[in-house]
């Protein structure tokens, strides 16, 4: 059964329909002592049936630990986000940590979507001071289910 | 800010499913996000607001919508 009502799903679809790259997410798991991974998998699994641009890779953290480590994802369930362009495949560097259920499935949503090819709808202001960052940093928002 | 910055990562962590990680920055409210492990940001803030205390002393050197969709962008 879908997580997902009918009009939802009619919602996304649209959404959806305006992307102009295909997006991939990548969806770190493991089998055994991942309490909220098949819940995870079963919300990804809402979306590609929404949109023909929109993928799912399985990784297994166990067995596909470099790809993981090359993400810098180290427990799950994760999602990295990833889109086509030019031939290759950009990491957007965006990452999900835990079920993306609740409001933060708004927020996969909206990722997907830029990554999908919407406009950032930060300020110039905020676009130019990001811009002057010239070393990594890495941002951790915690929320909570809602 | 993850998505327009090639050197910028965002997590975006459910901090009830990963409780240490909760503990060890001292999530007592959310959203609370942390740069670097140094910088600690509580509450949601104007995206011009958030932009500036999360990159506060990174590059040019100041001081200084919803949490997590800024942090994407």
């Known amino acids: ?146 | 800010m993850a998505f327009v910055s090639p050197h910028i990562t965002a997590y975006a962590v459910e901090a009830t499913e990963f409780p240490d990680l909760a503990r060890r920055y001292r999530v007592n409210g959310v959203p609370k996000t942390v740069v670097d492990e140094e910088i600690e940001i509580l509450g949601a803030l104007p995206e011009s607001a958030f932009v500036e205390q999360a990159l506060a002393g990174f590059a040019n050197g100041k001081t200084g919508g919803s949490t997590d969709a800024a942090a994407a962008e």
């Open chain 1, 1 to 146: 059964m879908p997580l997902l009502s009918s009009s939802d799903q009619e919602r996304l679809r649209e959404s959806f329909a305006g992307m102009t790259r295909s997006v991939r997410l990548r969806f770190f798991t493991q089998a055994l002592d991942c309490e909220t991974c098949v819940q995870t998998r079963q919300i990804l699994d809402e979306l590609p049936p929404l949109s023909d641009k929109i993928a799912i890779e399985e990784v297994n953290l166990v067995l596909d630990g470099d790809t993981a480590k090359a993400h810098g994802i180290d427990r799950v369930p994760a999602i990295a986000i990833a889109y086509e362009e030019n031939g290759g495949v950009t990491d957007t560097r965006i990452r999900f940590l835990g079920a993306p259920a609740g409001y933060e499935f708004i927020s996969l949503v909206q990722a997907v979507l830029l990554a999908g090819g919407r406009a950032p709808q930060l300020s110039e202001a905020s676009l130019a001071r990001i811009a002057a960052i010239d070393r990594p940093v890495t941002m951790q928002v915690f929320t909570t289910p809602t």
